[in-house]
């Protein structure tokens, strides 16, 4: 069954072709779409248009003043007609085009489970732009769209501009940039305007089309008219200003220079658009609405061939001058835009050359791929993966994880971060405080369980033991398929918590793994990065998903004739090794420089204090923490990995990430010697073993590999093949996808996993 489409307009959908082209964008990508909208005199109240249904709601207030307080009763009513109807139709996704019909379509979505999305056509946050409006109801405008933009699912706009703006402002992922571009079609060059006008040959036609409103610059061009040479202007469209205009023109003595052209149907438009020679979009700097626009007619202008005058703003001059196909001024300035008109009539015929090669770059064809790819988004099954501790971009989690289920999924990633929403890649991100005090946290374990429990998500994955009460009371209190992600063997890890009396960490760490493994049966499946670990829950739902690397550039393996860098990534505690690390530097001896370089953050003032002081005199260097994509630059300008971890047991039988990462990045890897770690680096010839707690050893060791630059070149190779043999991340892809497989299907057998139910 095609998923249903409720859009929604506060119009009569007489004209309106953003809503138009969508709508039947939708139509023939597979889903049924309705477009419901305000009823008039003429129009009918069910029909169907270019494939797809459009319901006119009629209005008994429809006949009332037009003051302020009679239209708030008119809003009243649509609302609560067309939130009944919507309803009763049954949408998967309501799309409210513009924010007055957001919270229509807010309450349609929280009563069907549908998901939302908001169109915003223009910068509703912009208050000189409804400046006509009472202030009290554009603020409550205002602190509308802060809410509700929020809420919504997916957030289209029109142009780039405005969706940094947007996103900035409310602290919300871009919205998705769709432009306002008109259909692909031939138009043939015509004499229409020529014709109909009487103009002679030998004068180009310059054509305003459009609204003629205050704040599109009309009375300026008017003026500039007087400044150009060769060419006349036809002003085609309707609006509240044309005497003006023409009063202004009689007074100018320009009635022979301007044209003044009736709208004709939208059929028509195009027709009479390439029977001109130039296209001119005047806007002016009114509000940052208009400064960021990216109009139609723009568009018009380059499918009909002609070349573009437009105002000197961040949208249109990224087009005009982008592509060279005309002239920019500024608006305030008649000399300016007749210099500008000039200019386009001089090099007439490069500009005309420049529009036929750009045709083919803005059409909608292109342009309704994004509406389609965040629909396509919107309508696979929902995913929830939350974190109280990790940060949103931890490689696992994110890069990993969220990533890779995206290619099939709607994901969505609950985490530390330093914002309240964002996207990356197809995954929604959605950001939790950071907290350095643990009791604090729990704030974050109370929001993620009202986060889980009112989520439309068919499945629910935890990544942290603290979750796991978080995790019992979801499969309690509802039927989504519940997964526990289980990092490291947390039993083992509590061992050294230095936080924890010593004496008690034992007893704590029995305490804890009893109670995981009561409560994990209840689940529904366990993923773990080892066999050790997988060992420890029931065989028939455990899954091993290693956390085995990303592909890193590889730019091929390192020389060692010259400076030569050593490296680390992880987290720089105790029992990681990094003391151990530092005072090795004191035992390498090499007629080359050697420097260490530490990448990671420190997660205790104290031992930081105590790493920097030691690490003064030698050359060691310091990061903090860095992006995933940062670690790559760091990994291609090393030549050596270190990864010496202490012998503490969660780490004796663990698969550390930055191991293989080092291999992929083609590095000879030096790390502890655990019997584990001894067969991966020696069984491929990539790496050597260490004693971690001896700096001696391991200062000397490293010595001994700089003496044979060609052993350790040849190393660098083999890491490399095996990390694309063995231990690449999308083998574990490929488990995690089967796992989710399995869960949704079941979850719909069920009668759950559905992304809109």
Avoid at 85 to 97: A, T, Y
Avoid at 353 to 362: A, C, I, L, P, S
Avoid at 571 to 585: D, W, Y
Avoid at 647 to 664: D, G
Wanted: aromatic letters at 10%; hydrophobic letters at 40%.
């Amino acid at each position: 069954m095609p998923k249903r489409v409720a859009m929604i307009v506060l119009n009569e959908f007489r004209n309106d072709s953003r809503v138009i082209k969508e709508a039947s964008a939708l139509k023939n990508a597979g889903y049924k779409v309705k477009v419901f909208a305000l009823w008039g005199e003429g129009l009918l109240q069910q029909e169907e248009m270019e494939g797809f249904e459009v319901e006119r709601i009629p209005l008994r207030t429809r006949s009332w003043s037009k003051n302020p307080a009679m239209q708030a009763f008119k809003y009243i009513e649509f609302w609560n007609r067309a939130r009944h109807r919507i309803i009763k139709w049954h949408p998967n996704i309501v799309h409210c085009h513009d924010l007055n019909t957001l919270p229509i379509g807010r309450g349609v979505a929280k009563r069907t489970g549908a998901e939302l999305v908001y169109d915003s056509h223009e910068l509703w946050s912009d208050p000189v732009h409804k400046m006509g409006m009472p202030k009290l109801f554009l603020d409550m405008g205002i602190n509308m769209e802060k809410g509700l933009i929020k809420k919504a699912d997916g957030t289209i706009t029109v142009c780039k501009s405005i969706s940094d703006y947007l996103s900035k402002l409310y602290d919300v992922a871009p919205p998705v940039v769709v432009k306002n571009v008109p259909i692909s079609m031939s138009i043939e060059k015509s004499d229409l305007l020529r014709q109909e006008f009487g103009i002679p040959e030998d004068k180009r036609i310059i054509i305003y089309q459009g609204n003629m409103t205050k704040g599109r610059g009309l009375f300026n061009l008017v003026k500039a008219m007087s400044y150009v040479d060769g060419a006349v202007l036809v002003l085609m469209g309707r609006g509240n200003i044309i005497p003006e205009l023409k009063s202004s023109a009689i007074d100018l003595g320009l009635l022979d220079k301007i044209y003044f052209k009736e709208a004709v149907p939208p059929g028509e438009v195009l027709l009479y658009t390439a029977s001109a020679d130039i296209g001119v979009s005047p806007i002016e700097n009114v509000c940052l609405s208009y400064y960021y626009c990216l109009p139609n007619k723009l568009f018009e202008y380059i499918l009909s061939g002609i070349p573009v005058c437009s105002s000197d703003f961040p949208e249109m001059s990224k087009i005009v001058k982008g592509h060279d196909i005309g002239e920019v001024f500024d608006p305030d300035d008649p000399e300016d835009m007749g210099r500008a008109l000039n200019d386009v009539l001089d090099r007439y015929t490069n500009f005309k050359e420049n529009v036929e090669r750009t045709k083919g770059v803005y059409s909608w064809e292109q342009e309704q791929q994004r509406l389609l790819e965040l629909y396509d988004r919107l309508s696979r099954p929902k995913v929830l993966m939350i974190s109280s501790v990790h940060p949103w971009d931890d490689p696992r989690l994110l890069h990993k994880e969220a990533v890779s289920l995206s290619k099939v999924y709607n994901v969505q990633l609950y985490a530390v971060a330093p914002f309240k929403r964002s996207r990356y890649k197809n995954v929604d991100v959605f950001g939790l405080p950071e907290f350095k005090s643990r009791k604090k946290r729990i704030q974050n374990i109370v929001k993620l369980l009202g986060v889980s429990l009112r989520s439309r998500a068919g499945v629910v994955h935890f990544h942290d033991p603290e979750l796991l009460p978080v995790g019992m009371l979801i499969k309690k209190w509802t039927d989504k398929k519940v997964i526990y992600d289980v990092h490291e063997d947390y039993e083992k890890a509590i061992l050294s918590k230095f936080w924890i009396k010593e004496h008690r960490r034992r007893r704590i760490g029995r305490k804890f793994r009893n109670f995981e493994s009561k409560v994990s049966p209840k689940f529904d499946a366990i993923i773990t990065v080892t066999d050790d670990i997988a060992k420890k829950f029931p065989r028939d739902m455990t899954y091993l998903v290693r956390n085995y690397p990303l592909d890193v550039p590889f730019n091929g393996a390192k020389k060692f004739d010259g400076d030569i860098q050593l490296i680390y990534v992880g987290a720089l505690t105790r029992v990681r090794g990094i003391k151990e690390l530092v005072e090795a530097m004191d035992y390498i001896e090499s007629d080359r420089n050697v420097r260490l370089l530490l990448v990671g953050s420190f997660d205790e003032d104290a031992f930081e204090e105590e790493i920097r002081s030691l690490a003064h005199d030698r050359n060691v260097a310091f990061t903090g923490r860095v992006g995933h994509d940062r670690i790559y630059d760091y990994l291609n300008d090393s030549h050596m990995g270190l990864v010496c971890l202490k012998p503490a047991e969660q780490y004796i039988t663990s698969l550390p990430v930055k191991m293989f990462e080092y291999m992929a990045a083609g590095l000879p890897v030096v790390c502890s010697d655990f019997p584990l770690w001894r067969s991966i680096v020696e069984g491929d010839d990539c790496g050597v073993v260490v004693n971690p707690v001896d700096p001696r050893d391991i200062g000397m060791t490293i010595t001994e590999l700089l003496r044979v630059p060609e052993r350790l070149y040849n190393m660098g190779l083999k890491s490399r093949r095996a990390y694309e043999k063995k231990y690449s991340w999308y083998d574990q892809e490929y488990v995690l996808l089967s796992v989710y497989e399995r869960l949704i299907k079941e979850g719909q057998h069920e009668g759950i996993g559905d992304s809109t139910h």
